[in-house]
């Protein structure tokens, strides 16, 4: 063995990647937002699988998807852009506020990110919906 193997035999790989200097990602950072096409993806998906639904293969949904895209013209990809276009100025802004978090200091937990609670609408016995936060005491 040699001599730098024998160094990181004994440690964690947590241990090993900070020796290496390679940084381990953030869990809180905002997500990057999807391109056009991805957002496109995510409705085409949902039609593709209620048209087709015993197909199993995710790359025919892919491959069915990349020529409907190419097929379509700049006026038909317009609305996927503009959500596209939003999702990316609300990442920035998300982002920013992450960034400025991490300079002033404080370090973002996530907690006021959608992702962590789980939001259910009950009807009540008016017809009234209610929202309620899914956490560790229901």
Do not use: H, I
Request: glycine share 8%; aromatic share 8%.
């Amino acid at each position: 063995m040699k001599d730098n193997q024998t160094e990181f035999a004994g440690r964690s790989t947590d241990e090993r990647l900070k020796v290496r200097g390679k940084k381990t990602k953030d869990p809180n950072r905002p997500k990057k937002p999807p391109s056009a096409f991805f957002v496109f993806l995510d409705e085409f998906r949902r039609e593709f699988n209620l048209a087709n639904p015993d197909n199993k293969s995710v790359a025919n949904v892919g491959k069915a998807a990349g020529k409907k895209w190419k097929s379509m013209t700049e006026e038909d990809k317009a609305p996927f852009v503009a959500k596209a276009v939003t999702k990316k100025t609300e990442y920035a802004a998300t982002l920013q506020q992450y960034n400025m978090d991490l300079a002033n200091g404080t370090k973002p937990t996530g907690d006021e990110s959608d992702k962590s609670k789980s939001v259910v609408n009950e009807v009540t016995e008016g017809g009234a919906s209610e929202e309620k936060a899914g956490g560790a005491d229901d």
